[in-house]
């Protein structure tokens, strides 16, 4: 199927209540297991190439894999760049056919994040190409969620910044700190839900759920009923691909174990992962 942009696959889970899940995937078997589990689904999805992942020629031969799974697929598929560092990085990824971009400035002052932003904007906005932002800052679950952490209550979303940095930088979609982390979590988080409903009063804006794993189950619920419509999932695939991987490796019987057979069960815990969240996400049947 066509490649769609992040905009019109948002636009349609915000007006129908469900959320996308945007899977960072970063190898062969990881882009096949959410395109494929998404078609299975008839869920619209969203790959998602890590910027740091995929440094020099990597992000070219991702982009031929997940774009030849997208194809594949009878489903909408959207190919995003997350958390890119720099506008060479986003650049790139436009000029090779990504169709959504983030260029992530959350760390910095509030009027580079502006900046920054719609620079990204300006430069690939006449392409068709979507891009989403962050206002406030998704931090580290590893390093904890308690005051002075990077997911302190220091780094959440102001609401009352929110109109003008929608306005001003012309983004399409807002990522949104509310209390989830990167990463794998020292504790479970609190989402702060009242926030997340003055930050959607603020603007019609689709909003993102960065730190998606290992959030509970009934906040990430709450969350998507109050307004949340993508949301990032990586760290969960890796968890479960990595416990069934070691499993299979306590068993080695030699050390010339072909590859495709030994990850065979480590893959089929990702995908149940993947069907799991899509799912859960409301997206199934959305396609």
């Known amino acids: 199927m066509a490649l769609v942009n992040l905009k019109e696959m948002l636009q349609a889970a915000s007006a129908g209540k469900y959320a996308v899940g945007m899977f960072d995937v970063s190898d062969l078997e990881m882009i096949r297991a959410v395109a494929e589990e998404a078609d299975a689904l008839r869920s619209p999805v969203m790959l998602g190439a890590l910027g740091p992942d995929l440094e020099g020629d990597r992000l070219d031969y991702w982009f031929s894999l ?29 000029n090779i056919g990504f169709t959504s971009v983030m260029l992530d400035a959350s760390a910095s002052p509030f009027e580079e994040n502006i900046s920054r932003s719609r620079e990204v904007v300006d430069a690939v906005k006449s392409r068709g190409i979507t891009v989403e932002a962050e206002l406030g800052h998704v931090g580290n679950g590893w390093v904890g969620s308690g005051e002075g952490s990077e997911s302190g209550p220091d780094m959440l979303t102001e609401p009352e910044k929110v109109a003008e940095f929608v306005e001003r930088t012309k983004v399409d979609a807002l990522a949104v700190s509310i209390g989830t982390a990167h990463g ?27 730190g998606g794993s290992g959030t509970p189950e009934d906040q990430m619920s709450q969350a998507i009923s109050h307004g949340i419509c993508k949301v990032n999932i990586y760290s969960e695939l890796l968890t479960a691909w990595n416990t069934a991987m070691l499993d299979e490796l306590k068993q080695l019987p030699h050390m010339a174990a072909w590859p495709a057979v030994l990850r065979k069960k480590p893959d089929a815990a990702m995908r149940e992962v993947i069907r799991q969240k899509i799912k859960f996400f409301g997206s199934n049947g959305k396609a």
Not at 192 to 200: E, P, T
């Open 66 to 94: 997940a774009k030849l799974a997208a194809e594949k697929a009878s489903v909408p598929v959207c190919i995003h760049l997350d958390h890119a560092n720099t506008l060479e990085q986003v650049m790139r990824a436009a």
């Open 184 to 210: 794998v979590y020292m504790k479970a988080p609190e989402l702060d839900i009242a926030r997340l409903d003055k930050i959607k009063s603020c603007s019609d804006i689709p909003l993102v759920l960065h």
